[in-house]
């Protein structure tokens, strides 16, 4: 039991602080990634805190998997730098009681990211893809500015309005966009405006009411005027930008479990798969972890990052194949494939002993 709450609280104790640092990181990253978007105007740069802080389960729901991987490699590694591994694999601590020992953090971290990933996660993004809904802090076309012109797109689009009510409603708005590749300019001028999503594609939509549209080449006579009662103007999303990334995060997992779309099922496979990505790397830390004094605590640190990387790379790509209409096979058997990894790396040394000894044997 001593040994057990000794290794449990060194675990944890890295655990915390590796994930400290990780979350420095992510956090700076994803601020400077997402403060550019507000510089270029896709973004108002007042809702960027606000939106990273509802998103911050998102962000751990990641790190964590990866901090007790990196913990129980430094404690461990120190564990047999300084030979207390010898003194416990003297006392008969097994491998496989070791991995008992290691499991029972692992488990305990393994059902807090299923909490981020199914539930805290998608809510998070929910409330942040409301802030991001709302046409005061809209990125893309429809980011007005009440009672001043904004120019975007390097001034090829100009946009005003007067007011933005408490509804998100626009009033006498006025758009002047340049088409690329001509000389061609259209003016829009229409009472009302507002955002609204199509809730079959989830894409959104400028939607004008009661106005005019003017088509035409400056400097010449020959316009054409359109009246309409409602008019839809696609706001163009990059894939990459946040609020793109944020709308099929938002999804809550029930949603996901009755939906026939390869996106959503990909995201929902994504979710489950998280968890079990914490025990297997556990074991697969704990046979990487084997160092002496001479080499350093530091020693399998790399090699054991590139495996872990690769686990998640090919976790990315079994992802990626369901989004495009594959079933989850290859992330089944991603996981199935580095499980039996795992299992290899920590009875390495049993089976090359018994190899070994059976080569003796027939000589």
Not at 129 to 142: F, H, S, T, V
């Amino acid at each position: 039991m001593r040994i057990f709450l000794y290794l449990t609280r060194d675990v944890v104790t890295h655990t915390l602080a590796v994930a400290f640092v990780l979350f420095l990181v992510v956090f700076s990253g994803r601020f400077i990634k997402y403060l550019a978007e507000a510089a270029v105007g896709s973004l108002s740069a007042d809702v960027l805190l606000p939106v990273m802080l509802f998103k911050l389960p998102s962000f751990f729901e990641l790190i964590l998997p990866l901090a007790l991987f990196i913990a129980v490699l430094l404690s461990l590694g120190r564990m047999y730098a300084e030979s207390e591994m010898v003194v416990l694999k003297a006392c008969g601590i097994s491998p496989s009681r070791l991995a008992v020992f290691l499991l029972v953090p692992g488990l305990f971290i393994m059902c807090l990211v299923a909490g981020l990933t199914m539930y805290l996660g998608p809510e998070g993004s929910a409330r942040a893809q409301r802030l991001l809904d709302n046409p005061r802090n809209a990125e893309g076309l429809q980011l007005m500015a009440a009672g001043r012109f904004k120019s975007q797109r390097g001034g090829e689009l100009v946009t005003y309005t007067e007011r933005i009510d408490k509804a998100g409603v626009m009033h006498n708005v006025f758009v002047v966009e340049e088409q690329s590749g001509t000389d061609a300019t259209q003016v829009t001028l229409a009472q009302e405006a507002e955002i609204i999503t199509d809730s079959a594609t989830n894409r959104r939509y400028l939607e004008l009411r009661g106005g005019t549209r003017y088509s035409g080449v400056p400097g010449e006579s020959a316009y054409e005027a359109v009246a309409f009662k409602r008019l839809g103007e696609l706001i163009p999303e990059e894939r990459d930008s946040l609020r793109a990334s944020t709308r099929i995060d938002a999804t809550p997992t029930a949603d996901l479990l009755s939906s026939d779309n390869p996106r959503k099922r990909a995201t929902l496979w994504w979710r489950i798969s998280l968890p079990f990505l914490v025990p297997v790397s556990v074991v697969i830390a704990l046979a990487l972890s084997k160092t002496d004094a001479r080499r350093g605590r530091y020693a399998r640190l790399g090699p054991a990052l590139a495996l872990f990387l690769t686990y998640f790379l090919a976790l990315t790509q079994a992802r990626s194949l369901m989004e495009s209409g594959s079933g989850p096979g290859a992330m089944l058997a991603t996981h199935l494939m580095f499980s039996l990894v795992a299992l290899f790396l920590l009875y390495w040394e049993s089976i090359s002993q018994s190899l070994a000894r059976k080569n003796n044997g027939s000589l």
